[in-house]
C-alpha cells in the first residue's frame, strides 16, 4: 500500500467476536450463504476489513444523474471479502465491531470508488505485434498484414503454438497490469485458437491463479482461420458442432463477431443459438465496420450485451433497449484505429444501458487501463464524468449480469475496491494518462503495492 491509503496501526483488537450460533455468512470469494453476517457481543456487525476517512466515497448505488451515491466522509466494513455496511464514518462505531484480527486502511480523505469491471477483453493470447501498429501508421493496409501472415493471424499461429502454460503466464502479467490499474472484475475471451483444441487451452490458461475475477467467454467466431480460408459455413459448422461442446463446461458466455469481413447475421445466430443450447450466455461483436443488422438480432436472442456499436441506429437502439441488452462502448478502439466513435450521448438518450470496456487485444486496442478509457468517453463520446464512471463500474457488472455483486459499494456486494491518489472521482478524466490508483482491495483483500 502506498501514497495515500495506510494501514492503520493502533487498530483495536478487544473482545469483539462472532456469538456461537450466528448463521452462515459470506464466504471468501463474495458468496452469501445464508442468513447475514455474524455480530459482536454489543449487536453491531462484525467485520475483518474496515475502510475510513473516504473523503468522497462513490458507492455507484444511484445512477449519474442522481450523483452516484457519494457520501461524504465516508467509511466502508466488509467481512469474509463481502460489505456488510457503508455510511458516515461518524457512525462506523455504533454500527460495526471488528474482529480480532480486523485490518483498517486509512483512505486520509482521498476518493474511494469501486473496483472497475472491464466488461470486453481479449487478455489470453501470445505473439508481439507492436512493429505493426507503426506500419499502419505509415500507410500499410490490414489486408496486407493478413496477406503476410500478419494481423489476426500471426496472433492466431502464436496462440496456437503456446504451451498452456505459457499462455497463462503471459495472462497472469496482463491481470497484474489490469489490477494495478484498478480493475478488480474481467471478462476474458478466447477466440485466437479457433478450433476446439487451443479455444478450450485459452478458457483454461484464463483462469490462472490471480485476485482479479474473472467471466470467461467462448469466441471461436472470431475469424476465419487460414484452414478455412473461403469456406466460412464449414468453419461455423466447426464451431457449433466441436468448439461448443469443448468448451462450454470452460466458459459462462459465447460471443460471435458479427460484422463485415467476419461473420454474417445468418452464421452469427447459427452459433449463438447453438450455444445458448449449451447453457451459454450470450454476447455479440456488433455493428462496428458496417450496419448489418447485427444488434437487432442480439437484441432479439436477448444477449447480455452488444459491444462496439459505431453504426447503430435508433432503431437499434430501441431494440436493445426493449431487450435489456447493454450497450458496451469500445472508444480505445477507435482511438488506435482513427475509427468513428460510438454515438454514446444517444444510447444515453435513449434510456440504453451503457458500458464501458477497453476491448484490451493485440491488434486494435492495447490497452489494460479504464482510467485511460474513461478519459477518452468524456473528450470523445461527450459522456459526463460521473456518465462515465458509472458506465465502467456498474455498467460493466449490468454487462456481465453481475449487478449488485460487482461494481458497487453496498452491504452484500463483493469487497472490491479502488483507493485513488485524489480527492474527487472528477480527476479521473481530467488528470489523464496517468494511473491515479493508490490501492486497490478485493475481496475484502488489500492487493499488493500497485504503484
Known sequence: MSGR???????????AGARAGDPPHPTRDGR???????????????????????????????????GLGVIADGALAAYEGTIVWVGREADLAREVGL??????????????????????????????????????????????????????????DATRAASEQDLAALTARRLDSFLAHGTTTVEVKSGYG??????????????????????????????????YEGRADEYVASVCEEQIPACAPLAEWCDVFCDEGAFTVAQARRVLEAARDRGLGLRLHAEELAHTGAAA??????????????????????????????????????????????????????????????????????????????SLACQELRMTPDEALWAATAGGAAALRRTGEVGVLAPGAACDLVVLDAATRAELPYHYGVNLVDAVVVGGEPADDVS
Open 5 to 15: 491509503a495506510r494501514e492503520r496501526e493502533d487498530r483495536p483488537t478487544g473482545d
Open 32 to 66: 452469501t450463504v445464508s442468513g447475514g453476517p455474524p455480530t459482536d457481543d454489543k449487536g453491531r456487525r462484525l467485520a475483518d476489513l474496515v475502510l475510513r476517512d473516504a473523503g468522497e466515497l462513490v458507492t455507484m448505488t444511484r445512477p449519474a444523474r442522481e
Open 99 to 156: 474482529a480480532a484480527d480486523a485490518v483498517e486502511l486509512d483512505a486520509q480523505g482521498a476518493c474511494v470508488l469501486p473496483g472497475f469491471v472491464d466488461c470486453h477483453t481479449h487478455a489470453v493470447f501470445a505473439g508481439e505485434r507492436a512493429a505493426e501498429y507503426g506500419e499502419r501508421l505509415a500507410g500499410v493496409t490490414y489486408l496486407e498484414l493478413l496477406q503476410r501472415g500478419g494481423g489476426i493471424r500471426l496472433t492466431v
Open 194 to 227: 479457433l478450433s476446439a483444441e487451443h479455444e478450450a487451452k485459452q478458457l483454461r490458461a484464463a483462469t490462472v491463479p490471480h485476485p482479479v475475477r474473472r467471466s470467461l467467454t467462448f469466441c471461436g467466431a472470431h475469424f476465419v482461420p487460414p484452414e
Open 297 to 374: 438480432m442480439g437484441a432479439e436472442l436477448g444477449c447480455a450485451s452488444a459491444d462496439h456499436l459505431i453504426l447503430a441506429t435508433a432503431g437499434d437502439m430501441a431494440a436493445l433497449r426493449a431487450a435489456g441488452t447493454v450497450a458496451v462502448l469500445l472508444p480505445g478502439t477507435s482511438y488506435t484505429l482513427h475509427a468513428g466513435y460510438a454515438p454514446a450521448r444517444a444510447f444515453l438518450d435513449a434510456g440504453v444501458t451503457v458500458a464501458l470496456a477497453s476491448d484490451f487485444n493485440p491488434g486494435s486496442s492495447y490497452c489494460e487501463n479504464l482510467q485511460m478509457v474513461i
